[in-house]
């Protein structure tokens, strides 16, 4: 069994994505352990709830310093002993012990085809205003590991969407989250649930059970 903690910031679809797949059996042999937030507003927090996942606000402005913050999300994340985290939309810089501690074992969605529109300052609807603004055709939603560097980590898997002629950045970003992100997530936490994704030369190699 693949115990997950899931962390959030804001609406929390992906992690809906997640709780609808395992209710209906598109990941199985997996476990939400716990919800964490850095915001006490995320609505995210209201659906681990309805779902009965334990959910969890961790609030840096609840601590004096960084440091303190960053100990307390990893405290929460080892005392459930979980065996992969899940960033889903979470809008806090990782903390470097916890990359440390888990490496290989964090995987964050981010709403481009990495190497486009990613690193530092691409987030949010800024990503969908730059590709927009490039002109992109195509554009999609990436699940990768997370190392120390900003969406620098090992690609697990990625889905293309069509951008078009009359997007806002408002209408590819749902467009993006409906075709890709609320399924490439799930997809991978079952390949990961079933042993599936390693990595290899700090690239991942889908294989066999
Ligand atoms: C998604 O677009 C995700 O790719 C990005 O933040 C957004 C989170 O949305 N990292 P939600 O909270 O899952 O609805």
Known sequence: MLKIAVLVSGGGTNLQAIIDSIADGRITDTKIEAVISNNPKAYALERAKKAGIEALCISP??????????????????????????????????????????????????????????????????????????????????????????DTGPIIMQKAVEVHSDDTPEVLQRR??????????????????????????????????
């Open 61 to 150: 402005k609840s601590f004096e310093s960084r440091a303190d913050f960053n100990a307390a999300l990893l405290d929460a994340v080892n005392e459930r002993q979980v065996d992969l985290i899940v960033l889903a939309g979470f809008m806090v810089v990782v903390p470097e012990a916890m990359i440390r501690a888990y490496r290989n074992r964090i995987i964050n969605i981010h709403p481009s085809l990495i190497p486009s529109f990613c690193g530092t300052g691409y987030y949010g609807l800024h990503v969908h205003e730059a590709a927009l603004k490039r002109g992109v055709k195509i554009s999609g939603a990436t699940v990768h590991f997370v190392d120390e560097g900003t």
């Open 176 to 209: 993006i989250m409906e075709q890709a992100e609320w399924q490439i997530m799930p997809q991978v936490i079952n390949l990961i649930a079933h042993d599936r994704v390693h990595v290899v030369d700090g690239k991942v190699m889908i294989g066999e059970k």
